[in-house]
Structures are given as structure tokens and as C-alpha cells.
């Protein structure tokens, strides 16, 4: 299943460590199937209340000098994929994280059985889809919960469904698993400095585990 992280700085910063630290954490991470996090990754940073973005058909481990150019920045997200079908790999538009003009937004999870009437070639960018139209109508918080509830009720299975979520004020995730919540769950990190969202823990950093079927806001 694919690794995500969100960041939120107090100020400026070029997180090369964070950043490093994410990139050994995705290639040491498999599933229990032996999946892994190898087919691409993107980028979105805030930079001049713009999001810019990056990404890359190659494994986030092997792509070690963009991330040595990380830029400085106070918001960021990265998403390294592992690809459900092989006919989607080594396409840079299944490529998250997905940006529009406000938001950023990043999803992993294992879904079965979904019967979800959403624009998108795949599951992540219908599911980006149904998120935003209900960005229109709340606050990032309810739209999450609102998504979480119509996936619940379209799919015949969730064994994982996840999404973080960036404006330019706070980054916001959904975690809901139904086991191994090591794996398939969230954690975060909540300081005066930085707060970080992450499918697992990083080294140097003390992580909290998201409880199931729970949106958080830092």
C-alpha cells in the first residue's frame, strides 16, 4: 500500500532529513503480500501561496538528488506509490500528491467491491473527485468525514482507507483501518515547531497513533 507524509512549519525550512528519513522508510515498508512503495512518487510544496509539485515514475529511494534540492518551505506532501494493476504503472498523471488552486491532497488505502459514480481513471483521483465537490460546500474536516461515510456505505469491503489533506492554514487526515493499524493506520506528531502526519513513523521524532474511523487537524 502507498506511504504519504504531510508536513506543517512554523517557518521556512529545507527538510532534507525528514525527507530522507521518509524515502528509507517507503523502501524498507512491504505489506503482508510483499507489496511495496516502488512505483514513483510525487512532491507538493506551498511556495508563495502556490502549490508547486514534482514527480517521478522512478522509486522515491532512487531519486535522491531531487531530494537533496528539496526546496525550503513551510507546507509540504509526498507520496510514494505502489501501483494496484500493472497497467498503471509508470504513468506521472497516477502520480500523487493531486493539487488544485486551495488544496493538496494525498490517499492510500484497500478498498473492495466499490461502486463509486465519481469523475477519475482510478480509485485515488475519483476519490479526489468526490472530495472536492464536498470541499465546495464545508470545512475541510466535515467534507472528510462526509467521504469517509459514502465510501463506507459504496464499498463492499475497507480494509484501510486514508487521506490527508493541505490548505495553507493546517494539514488534515482521515484514518480508518479495520486491522493491523501499524500498517494500514496513521500516525502524527503535534508541536509548537512542526507537525507531521505519516503512514509510519520516522526516526528522531516521537509519533502518535490516529485511532480508526478518526479525522484529525494540525
Not at 38 to 54: C, F, H, I, V
Not at 190 to 198: G, L, V
Not at 213 to 218: C, D, S
Amino acid at each position: 500500500m502507498c506511504r504519504f507524509i504531510l508536513l506543517k512549519s512554523s517557518k521556512l525550512i529545507k527538510p532534507d532529513r525528514i525527507v530522507n528519513s521518509f524515502a528509507d522508510m517507503a523502501k524498507k515498508s512491504k505489506a503482508f503480500d510483499g507489496d511495496w512503495q516502488g512505483d514513483g512518487w510525487g512532491l507538493s510544496w506551498l511556495e508563495n501561496s502556490d502549490w508547486k509539485s514534482y514527480k517521478s515514475i522512478k522509486p522515491i529511494w532512487e531519486d535522491r538528488q531531487y531530494l537533496i534540492n528539496f526546496p525550503q518551505t513551510k507546507y509540504f506532501l509526498i507520496h510514494a506509490r505502489s501501483s494496484s494493476f500493472p497497467k498503471h504503472k509508470n504513468n506521472k498523471n497516477y502520480n500523487q500528491p493531486f493539487n488544485n488552486k486551495k488544496y493538496s491532497y494525498v490517499f492510500n488505502g484497500l478498498l473492495k467491491g466499490v461502486t463509486l459514480s465519481s469523475p477519475g481513471e482510478i480509485g485515488s483521483q475519483k476519490i479526489w473527485n468526490l472530495l472536492k465537490n464536498n470541499l465546495n460546500d464545508t470545512d475541510p474536516k466535515e467534507a472528510l468525514n462526509k467521504v469517509n461515510s459514502i465510501l463506507f456505505n459504496k464499498s463492499r469491503q475497507i480494509q484501510a482507507l486514508n487521506i490527508g489533506l493541505c490548505d495553507q492554514n493546517n494539514i488534515y487526515a482521515l484514518c480508518s483501518y479495520s486491522a493491523h493499524p501499524d500498517y494500514y493506520g496513521l500516525h502524527f506528531v503535534e508541536s509548537k515547531d512542526i507537525n507531521i502526519i505519516c503512514s509510519e513513523p520516522l526516526r528522531g521524532y516521537c509519533f502518535q497513533s490516529i485511532a480508526s474511523n478518526t479525522v484529525i487537524t494540525l
